[in-house]
Structure formats: C-alpha cells, structure tokens
C-alpha cells in the first residue's frame, strides 16, 4: 500500500513524465519545420523514453496496490526561435523535473516508505543523465552559433540516437 500522499504524489508524477512526453514532441515537430531531422529524432526518441518513465510510474503504482488517476495534459508548444532555443528549453524542463523526483523522494523518506526510496534512486540517478546530455547538446550548439555546416553535422550526429 501507499500512503494516500504518496499516492497522490506519484499520480502527479505520472502526470509531469507524460507532459515531458508531450513537451519532447512538441519539440521534435519544431526541428523537422525547420529541416533538422536528426534534432527531430532525437527528441522523438526523448519523448518515447518519457513515455516509459510514466509508464514505471504506472507499474509501481499499481504493484503497491494502489490506484492510476489521470489528469489533463497542457498543450505543449511546437514553436521556437531556434534549436538552441529548443534544448535550452529542455536543459530547463529537466531541471524541474529533478526538482520534482528530489521532493517526491523526500516525502517518501518522511513517510518511511523505503521501497518506493530505494525504486525512486533510479530516477534520481536517470535525472543527473539527463541534464549531463541535454547540458552537452545546449553547450555544443553555443559553439557553433548557428553555423550552417557545423549545425549540419552535430544534427546529424543526433540523428544517430536510436528510437522508434
Ligand atoms: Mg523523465
């Protein structure tokens, strides 16, 4: 069982993975407007990996016997200034993101509820993954500028992330 805050809390959870889920493809529509397909894929498959962490998010609540309530997702936006406007947008989203797993594990340490600790250290270490590669991609593309072919190669190079 969980407690009916911890429920509630990792509802809300559920709820932010699948608005990341969202967010990414939202994103990716963006990059194949503006003829980046490799940026395109790759947040494609970041959005896939979203949907999974929501989809851990289901499993557990329904293993510990407790109940899946779906909320309202927002409309994401699918217009930006730029690429790098695109992962700086991400390097943010993933910040909040981490903010949110960080306050969901210190209600569960409260609670005492270990077995949803020790299941919540993989988000906690997934998390730091996370805003490392996005933190990269947002650096890599401050050093181009914009630069028609050193743009070309490092969407290219995103291109190569496997996804569906
Ligand atoms: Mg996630």
């Given amino acids: ?9 990792m509802n809300e959870q559920l709820a932010i993975e699948l608005q990341s889920a969202y967010v990414y ?26 949907y999974g962490h929501a989809m851990r998010f289901y499993n557990f ?3 510990r016997g407790a109940r899946v309530r779906l909320r309202q997702l927002n409309a994401p936006p699918t217009d930006y200034s730029s690429v790098l406007a695109v992962f700086e947008k991400a390097l943010d989203h ?4 981490t903010g949110s797993i960080n306050k969901l594990y210190d209600l569960v340490a409260k609670e ?5 600790q020790a299941w919540l250290d993989w988000f906690a270490t997934e998390q730091v993954e996370e805003e490392k590669t996005v933190g990269h991609i947002v650096e ?6 914009g630069k028609g072919d ?12 496997a996804g569906a």
């Avoid at 069982?1 to 809390?9: A, G, P």
């Avoid at 993933?94 to 993101?97: D, F, Q």
């Avoid at 005492?112 to 949803?116: E, G, I, M, N, Y």
């Avoid at 890599?140 to 500028?145: D, T």
């Fill in 112 to 116: 005492k509820d270990f077995a949803s």
């Fill in 150 to 161: 050193a743009l070309f190669l490092i969407d290219r190079e995103l291109g190569g992330r």
């Fill in 61 to 63: 609540i329904t293993d």
């Fill in 94 to 97: 993933e910040r909040s993101v």
């Fill in 25 to 50: 493809l939202g994103m990716s529509s963006y990059c194949e407007s503006i003829s980046l397909p490799g940026s395109a894929q790759w947040l494609r498959a970041q959005a896939e990996e979203e």
């Fill in 140 to 145: 890599q593309l401050k050093m181009v500028g």
């Fill in 1 to 9: 069982m969980l407690t009916k805050k911890v429920e509630e809390t």
